[in-house]
Nanobody, 121 residues
């Protein structure tokens, strides 16, 4: 059973920074893509940033230039450095990994339980 656990959320003032971490445990054969998504109250979950096993990253327009995703597929970890945070960044942040648990498997999506980020003065 693969399990993803996020950490690093919290309360920060506008303009501040936070670093989110996500670590996967369990039997993992390979990871294709790792990413961060967020969901604010009353809204749908949205993509924040993704990174492939080859290191190609992709960002939502609203966070480009402020957030940086990094990861290590060999360590099954992904990070999100968030700078210049704004109140509209307030949301529950979820990590996601598209991975295989053995070489015969199809790629499947696994999600963490989420970590709250609140940007407020």
């Amino acid at each position: 059973q693969v399990r993803l656990v996020e950490s690093g959320g919290g309360l920060v003032q506008p303009g501040g920074s936070l670093r989110l971490s996500c670590a996967a445990s369990g039997i993992i054969y390979s990871i294709n893509t790792m990413g961060w998504y967020r969901q604010a109250p009353g809204t749908q979950r949205e993509l924040v940033a993704t990174i492939t096993s080859g290191g190609t990253s992709n960002y939502a327009a609203s966070v480009k230039g402020r957030f940086t995703i990094s990861g290590d597929t060999a360590e099954s970890t992904v990070y999100l450095q968030m700078n210049t945070l704004r109140p509209d960044d307030t949301a529950v942040y979820y990590c996601k990994m598209d991975l295989k648990t053995n070489w015969l498997d199809s790629v499947a999506a696994y999600w963490g339980q989420g970590t709250q980020v609140t940007v407020s003065s």
